[in-house]
């Protein structure tokens, strides 16, 4: 995470009965059945003054008890192992297997956050975005928070952003000659302190926006609302995001570049170093539609006015 201070500067940081335990269940006792019936049976057509001293139709229990004791060994067995099995499978690793594509211009898009009630995007304080692009091109306002808001431009020759602090009419803009390429992780790294936006692609610092908002000592929004993929502005129409996203964080501090090459290399975030540091961690298509849930805390959301192909699988665009 950087420090704040001066010029940019890097530092270190789930019993359920199996169905084959079901059916061995069902033939033991059906068994443990037919040896009752068959005991009922022999003792209906045995003399009662015989059944005392024939040792022949004398019911043999001791056999019966061992028997039952091995069912039951054989029960607890299988069923000690199924439980095991579900428990393994319950704990498997996380797996990053879809992503969200929103086609805003189409369908009119987002995602919502109902439940935002915490100023993130403050240009006074420190904070980081960072997230996947899985698409060679996209456009739009990416994220907005308390009437702030990041857009971005990705084509195949520039990248282009704007920024917008909530008190002007309007944003401030920016033409850089970095090239995103399909599947890379963009992050901003926001230092409160010296007020400097700075711009990674994958883990390469690649530009600096120097002495954001200046004249700005807080936003001056009065709403906390936390949406990605839209803006809506008195001066301007509305405007949505065209394009993929995916493992995307938000992050209490400014992120450098050995915490963005960690965060690159461990697809189950939960297991970073700097996971304490981060206010949500969206998977982004890994839920059931339309909900994007917050595997860190408790920041859910819905993709809103969106459709069930929205949420993509890598697996199923390869083929």
């Not at 607890?76 to 579900?86: D, G, K, S, V």
Request: hydrophobic share 30%; aromatic share 10%.
């Amino acid at each position: 995470m950087y420090q704040t201070s001066g010029t940019p500067q890097i530092y270190s940081k789930i019993r359920i009965l199996s169905l084959s335990s079901l059916l061995a269940c069902v033939s033991i006792n059906a068994e443990q059945h037919e040896k009752r019936i068959s005991t009922l049976d022999q003792a209906e057509n045995t003399d009662p003054d015989l059944s005392t001293t024939n040792p022949d139709t004398t019911t043999d229990t001791s056999n019966e008890s061992t028997e039952t004791e091995t069912e039951t060994e054989t029960e607890t067995e299988t069923e000690t192992e199924t439980e095991t099995e579900t428990e393994t499978e319950t704990n498997l690793p996380f797996q990053n297997t879809h992503y969200i594509e929103i086609n805003g211009n189409g369908n009119g898009s987002s995602i919502i956050f109902p439940n935002s009630e915490e100023l993130m995007l403050d240009w006074s304080k420190s904070w980081s975005f960072s997230l996947v692009i899985p698409s060679q091109t996209a456009q739009g306002v990416l994220l907005q928070n308390g009437g702030n808001w990041i857009g971005f431009e990705f084509t195949e020759v520039h990248t282009s952003y704007w920024l917008f602090d909530g008190s002007s009419n309007w944003p401030i803009s920016a033409t850089i000659g970095i090239v995103f390429s399909k599947g890379d992780r963009l992050t901003l790294s926001y230092q409160g302190t010296d007020r400097n936006l700075l711009f990674f692609r994958q883990d390469q610092y690649c530009h600096t926006h120097y002495d954001l908002f200046s004249g700005v000592q807080a936003p001056t929004a009065d709403s906390y609302e936390l949406v990605i993929g839209f803006q809506e502005h008195d001066n301007e129409p509305a405007e949505y995001w065209v394009g993929g996203m995916d493992q995307a964080v938000l992050a209490k501090v400014a992120l450098d570049e050995e915490d963005i090459a960690e965060l690159m290399a461990t697809e189950d975030i939960s297991q970073l170093q700097l996971y304490s540091d981060l206010w949500t961690w969206w998977p982004m298509g890994e839920d059931i539609y339309p909900h994007v849930l917050d595997m860190k805390g408790s920041l859910d959301g819905i993709l809103d006015e969106g459709r069930e192909k929205n949420f993509v699988s890598y697996a199923e665009q390869q083929e």
